[in-house]
């Protein structure tokens, strides 16, 4: 039986009218951890949809399955129940064709790799068809801000630095979704607003479409297009909320009270979670 | 003015590379200084021991002797060395090469590393001492139980290690590369395979020195020639400072091979491990 895609809230993010299938979409997401038995329910019946280009933030509680939900569609877990579509096609095949990229939490940097090196890495494992185009690594290091530290090796850069090369690695694939698992939340806070605004500047240039994890409501508020907000004890929707602020954004806006007027009502809305 | 200028920026560096270079010989030496006077002190304490309690050469010949002894038996020593230094290379080459593909079997099959790990154990745990007679037994008396027991030594910490290196990737970089849709091929020569590197040089740093001491203990069973014999037969004949000349030329030959590990260990890896955010 194949379950309709239920929409939840009327601001959901709306399907696109010109056909094209939506960058993510997952209806009657069901993940189930453990044996019969000692089953733990990771999600429970998660519904949505991401249009391309959007910049969608996840926000929720500790042990709500942000993170699982993020991994179901980068095909990093089982999916036990429900279907996860990316950019209309199975999880897998859109791993396979390096739709999309992850950024982890930790940099997960090759040490013995310089940071050039490292970004080469994608360029050098898994199926590469002749038609694959690369984009160019010298670049993406200057994008992110690391021009003349392409040699460096990891031990000789700055936690901040070390998640640039992991933004750059992402992006050399071309990727047009970049998952990102709380990508800046083991950085100190400088570090992590000054990452916050250049990737909302590299959103911009590229048009990727951008899901990221995080547990801070002020990063989810600053960065997010959109907030999908989840609650626990099984994870399922809370919320999918559009962010109605003007751009393009700047960290003084978050001193606005328009700003924190959101961010109170989100951390509100968490409480219930 | 300019001249001036340009003259001064051209003499500065010239002297602080020299400085620098003084500095890059001198430094491992004051570094060293302290271990190089214990040593010097140690021996002399020695000598003065010898000579004022009249120790017997047979019990205990003095460092002068010793140096004698060097001098005298220059060509037998030369000649009982090479044996030596060849069963224990070709043992840690044996060793640790066995070592190394036992560790990767085991990590990609956990079936074998439950049914062989025991019994790595069961070898490691007998004696080496004991097991030197048995080889003799089964492949006669000639190179083959001295390598096979260098190699037996070697074995055991460089399997563990080994093991533990390449099981010590990260779950997040194996994640990493299932993204990249990275076959096992690749994530075991791009990523497995460079991190235990680390690991597998701290085990042939410890291989380097055992090595010689298997090959030693094994020489002491029948044998007529390399430093384990000459031992042997410097003992029984109380011919004290030639013993201890010889025990100085084993000790010398583990440092040797303990540095060259080292060396290439310097030179493979330049990185450190991961730092953690």
Redesign the interface.
Known sequence: MIAMPITLKQNYAAPPTDGTPPAVSVSNLHIRFGNEGSEFTALQDVSMQIQEGALVTMLGPSGCGKSTLL?CI???VHISDGSVSVLGQMPRKA??G?D???V?????????RSAIENVR??M????RDSDTTFADPEQLLALVGLKGRENA???ELS?GQ??RVAIARALVTRPRILLMDEPFG??DEITRDKLNEELLRLWQETGTTILFVTHSIPEAVFLGQYVLMLASHPGRVKEFMKIDLPGPRTLAMRDTVEFIRITAQLRALLEQC | MTDTIHSAENTVPVSTKKAAAANKLLAPLLDNLPAALAIVGCILLWQLIVWGFSVPTFMAPSPVEVLYAFKENAGILWTNLLPTLMEAALGFVFGNLVAVLLAVWFVYSPLAEKAFYPIAVIIKSIPIIALAPILVLLVGNGFAPKIIIAGLICFFPTLVNMVQGLKSTSPAMLDLMRVLSASNSEIFWKVRLPASLPFLFAALKIAATSSVMGAIVAEWIGSSFGLGALIIEATYNFRSPLLYATVVIAATLAVVLFFAVSIVEKKVIRWKPAAHD
């Open positions: 991994r980068a095909d990093l791993r396979e390096r999309f990229a992850f982890f939490q930790d940099a997960t940097l090759l040490p013995w890495l994608p050098e494992v898994g199926r090796l990891p031990h936690g070390r998640q083991a950085l």
